[in-house]
């Protein structure tokens, strides 16, 4: 069975559904939990999931040690989840092409940094965007810039709110981040 070690910094709700998702399968299994947000919603559903949770400050998230930590969990594949700080090189050495974002948007328009959750819709709407979607791709040096891996769109409406946009997005979250997850795995 693969392992998984679930980023977040907020509310939770793709850990929650990945959990979900993979809780009847026999394909993976969540190692853990790293949050770096100690008032995070993520970090009380990760401990009524029963699943361990790490807490990471700046300065261990930054040093080797804490990629050493993960390979001995035997961890397969990183998932940032609503996860806001740039992966540092030591992480992305330790696990090449094994650490994967979601990102709410059809990069590469409105990515980078600064380019997170309603930063995002809020952008979309001003643009007058007829369409937005989810990005799945996997994580480099640089903000939302990895090969992507998996995108999918929605129709928007000129009456569209911020709001309705990340209510659109979220359902496509939801239906497609936890099977793009066990493609990737049984792929590997």
């Known amino acids: 069975m693969k392992r998984l070690a679930i980023f977040v910094s907020g509310g939770g709700t793709n850990l929650q559904q990945i959990a979900e998702y993979f809780a009847p399968k026999k394909v993976a299994e969540i190692a853990c939990v790293v949050s770096n947000n100690k008032d995070a919603y993520a970090n009380q559903r ?3 999931l029963g699943i361990p949770l790490i807490m990471i400050d700046r300065q261990s998230f930054n040093d080797k040690s804490f990629s050493d930590k993960l ?3 035997n961890v397969d594949l ?4 609503g996860f806001l700080w740039l992966i540092p090189q030591h992480l992305i050495d330790a696990f090449p092409n094994k650490i994967i974002n979601i990102h709410p948007a059809l990069l ?5 940094k600064g380019f997170y959750g309603h930063h995002v819709h809020e952008a979309v709407v001003a643009a007058h965007e007829k369409e937005s979607g989810i990005t799945i791709h996997y994580v480099n040096e640089r903000y939302d ?3 992507i891996i998996f995108q999918t769109k929605v129709a ?5 709110t911020p709001d ?3 209510a659109k997005i ?3 979250e939801q239906m497609n981040f936890p099977v793009v997850i066990e493609n990737l795995l049984l792929e590997k």
């Open 71 to 73: 390979k001995s969990m």
């Open 170 to 172: 979220h359902v496509l």
């Open 46 to 48: 990760a401990k009524n």
């Open 108 to 112: 590469p328009k409105y990515g980078g």
């Open 156 to 160: 928007l409406s000129q009456y569209d």
């Open 164 to 166: 309705d946009v990340a």
């Open 78 to 81: 990183i998932v940032l989840a």
């Open 145 to 147: 810039s990895g090969d």
